[in-house]
C-alpha cells in the first residue's frame, strides 16, 4: 500500500511538474481514457485501505505502526511550527 500510494504521488507530482511535456493534470482529466485511469487510481488506492480496515484487526495495525515508528524513528512533527 506504502508503495503504491509513494508511486501515485510520485506520478501525479512529475505531471505537475512538468516531467511529461505534453502531459498537465488539467489535460489528463479533460481526457476521458486520463479521466478514468486517475480515478481508478484513486480507487484502487481506497480499495486497499478498505481490505485493510477489514482484515487486520485495530490492535494489530496498531503494533504494526508502533512498530514501524520506532524501527524508523519518530518524524520531526513540529518542525515547521
Not at 479533460?30 to 478514468?36: F, I, S
Request: zero cysteines; aromatic letters at 14%; charged letters at 25%.
Amino acid at each position: 500500500i506504502y508503495r503504491y500510494t509513494q508511486d501515485l504521488i510520485r506520478f501525479l507530482d512529475d505531471v505537475e511538474e512538468g516531467v511529461y511535456i505534453q502531459h498537465t493534470i488539467e489535460d489528463i482529466l479533460m481526457n476521458v481514457d486520463g479521466k478514468q485511469l486517475v480515478t481508478e487510481a484513486f480507487y484502487l488506492y481506497a480499495l486497499q485501505l478498505t481490505l485493510l480496515d477489514d482484515y487486520i484487526e485495530g490492535p494489530v495495525r496498531e503494533r504494526i505502526l508502533m512498530a514501524y515508528f520506532r524501527y524508523k524513528g519518530q518524524p520531526d512533527l513540529f518542525s515547521e511550527v
